[in-house]
């Protein structure tokens, strides 16, 4: 079981993580995307885009590759040392304030915002809320997820 007095209320290391087109790309097409705008800087720029847009859950894929250190899922030795073979995908909602761009150079920081367990126990789950803020300091957007662990 995890420590949940340990662990709630920790807030990451800012992440500074630049948005890359290859990235983006492979991404709208490893999720279905067809729109030409998430593949052609032309497309995007007609369409009134200064680049290529992130689709909507790119967020998600973006933290992945860029792990908190400070109440990371999987640092055991400073964040919450989850095992990755026992998690399961809860759940993820997005708000989105600017659009994100492929170039845009976004910080992130995640907060542990709360854990609780179904099942006596069984199940842990994770709730965890990333903000993505551009070079100028505005917000872009925040994530919230959360990841199940299992304890059988």
Known sequence: MLDRNAHVGVVSEPRTIQV???FLTFFAKATGETDPVYFDE???????Q??????PTYL???A??????RGGLFDKQNGLGVDMARILHGEQSFAYYKPIHAGD???LTT?????YAKKGGALEFIVQDTKAVDASGKLCAEMRSVTVVRND
């Open 111 to 115: 907060t542990t915002s709360d854990i």
């Open 50 to 55: 200064p680049a290529i847009p992130a689709p």
């Open 20 to 22: 890359e087109k290859g």
């Open 64 to 69: 992945m590759s860029a792990p908190a250190k």
């Open 60 to 62: 998600f894929s973006l």
């Open 42 to 48: 032309d497309v995007a720029r007609g369409a009134g």
């Open 105 to 107: 150079v976004l910080t």
